[in-house]
């Protein structure tokens, strides 16, 4: 291995174990890591906002949740990569 290689390596290792020592024990509890999200929503109910309207549809759980976002995200990378792809193959054949 190059020496370049291992100092790379060694930046990502202290780059990925910085946070978990530096926040270890700590969490949402504590005021880590809340989401810009629970900022957000908290902020709006502290003006007495009212919604105009409920959803049609409540997911019954947080996992069902996360995985049709995460479907969500998933479909839109394959569509995104798909007009990369598409216009890519294009370009090549045109040459």
């Known amino acids: 291995m190059d020496k370049r290689h291992i100092l790379m390596l060694l930046a990502v290792i202290v780059i990925s174990v910085a946070p978990l020592i530096i926040y270890s024990g700590h969490g949402e509890d504590d005021g880590y890591f809340g989401g810009a999200d629970d900022s957000a929503g908290d902020a709006i109910t502290e003006t007495g906002y009212k919604p105009w ?43």
């Open 53 to 95: 309207f409920q959803p049609l549809w409540e997911p019954p759980s947080g996992e069902i949740e996360s995985l049709l976002f995460a479907l969500q995200a998933a479909i839109g990378a394959l569509i995104i990569g798909y007009v990369f792809g598409y216009y890519r193959g294009r370009g090549e054949s045109s040459e």
